[in-house]
C-alpha cells in the first residue's frame, strides 16, 4: 500500500468519468497502486464487481457548486482531508459532421465538459494537492486528435487542444506549489463510448498506422497515468504523452 512518510495514510485520488470504460480502468489500477480512489461522474458505475479501494461519487464537473462540494467532501472522508492526485477524465466523445455545419452551440457544449469541467476540478483540489506531501499531480486526458486534426470533430477537436493548452498554463502555475500537471492522450481505445462512434474497421484502421501493430487496451493507457501518478514522475510536468502504439510520433 502507497502511504504517506509517516507511515499511516494512503494516497488519495479522484478520478472523473470514471463510471465506465477509460476512467474504470484508471482507478482500478490507481486502487491497485494502492490509492485509495473516488471516482466521480454523473452515470451510474457499470462496475459490477466494485473493487476495493475504489468509491464512486456522483458529480457534474461542469457545475461548480456540485465540484466543490464533492471534493471537499472526499478530501474530509479521505486521509483526514487531503486529495494527492487528481486525474480529469471526464469529457464528451464526439461522432462526425461536416465543419460548416456545426452550430456556436455545439462547440460551447463540447467546451463545457472537456475543458471547463477540468479547470473547475482543478480549482476546487488546488488547495488539497498544495498540501499532499507527496506533491499533488494533475493529469488530463486530452486526445491525438488535436495532433492529427481530425475531420469532422472540430467541436471536440477543439476542446481537447484548449486542455492542452490548459495543460501548459497550469504546470507553470501550479509548479510553485511544486504539484506536476501533464495531458495524456489515448490511441483509439475500444470502449462503449468510442465503439458508439467507430467500427470495427476504423479500429483496425488505426492499428495498422501504429508502429507497433496491436490494439491499445484501457489497461496500457492506466499504466501511463500510474506513471505521471507515482514518485517517478515528480519532475515530469506540461507534458503531453501519448499512449497509442507509435500511431503518432511526434
Known amino acids: 500500500m502507497?502511504?504517506?512518510?509517516?507511515?499511516?495514510?494512503?494516497?488519495?485520488?479522484?478520478?472523473?468519468?470514471?463510471?465506465?470504460?477509460?476512467?474504470?480502468?484508471?482507478?482500478?489500477?490507481?486502487?491497485?497502486?494502492?490509492?485509495?480512489?473516488?471516482?466521480?461522474?454523473?452515470?451510474?458505475?457499470?462496475?459490477t464487481d466494485p473493487t476495493p479501494g475504489v468509491r464512486a461519487w456522483r458529480c457534474d464537473v461542469t457545475d461548480p457548486a456540485a465540484t466543490r462540494q464533492a471534493v471537499t467532501e472526499i478530501a474530509e472522508t479521505y486521509g483526514g482531508g487531503r486529495i494527492d492526485v487528481l486525474v480529469n477524465n471526464a469529457g464528451l466523445l464526439s461522432g462526425r459532421a461536416p465543419l460548416l455545419e456545426t452550430t456556436p452551440e455545439e462547440l460551447h457544449r463540447f467546451f463545457a465538459v472537456n475543458a471547463v469541467g477540468p479547470l473547475l476540478m482543478v480549482q476546487a483540489c488546488a488547495p488539497w494537492l498544495s498540501a499532499s506531501p507527496y506533491r499533488g499531480r494533475v493529469i488530463n486526458v486530452a486526445s491525438r486528435t488535436f495532433f492529427t486534426g481530425a475531420p469532422g470533430q472540430i467541436a471536440y477537436v477543439a476542446s481537447k487542444g484548449a486542455l492542452i493548452g490548459m495543460t501548459r498554463v497550469m504546470a507553470r502555475e501550479l509548479g510553485e506549489h511544486r504539484i506536476t500537471v501533464n495531458a495524456v492522450a489515448p490511441a483509439q481505445v475500444a470502449t462503449?463510448?468510442?465503439?458508439?462512434?467507430?467500427?470495427?474497421?476504423?479500429?483496425?484502421?488505426?492499428?495498422?498506422?501504429?508502429?507497433?501493430?496491436?490494439?491499445?487496451?484501457?489497461?496500457?493507457?492506466?499504466?501511463?497515468?500510474s506513471y505521471l501518478a507515482s514518485p517517478d514522475a515528480v519532475m515530469v510536468t506540461g507534458q503531453t504523452l501519448v499512449c497509442d502504439g507509435g500511431g503518432l510520433l511526434h
Open 192 to 225: 462503449p463510448g468510442t465503439r458508439a462512434h467507430s467500427d470495427d474497421e476504423v479500429f483496425a484502421a488505426t492499428m495498422r498506422r501504429q508502429a507497433i501493430e496491436e490494439f491499445v487496451t484501457p489497461e496500457h493507457f492506466a499504466g501511463l497515468v
Open 2 to 47: 502507497t502511504v504517506d512518510p509517516d507511515g499511516r495514510s494512503p494516497r488519495v485520488a479522484v478520478v472523473t468519468g470514471a463510471a465506465g470504460g477509460l476512467g474504470l480502468a484508471v482507478a482500478r489500477r490507481l486502487a491497485e497502486d494502492g490509492f485509495t480512489v473516488a471516482a466521480l461522474d454523473i452515470a451510474e458505475p457499470d462496475d
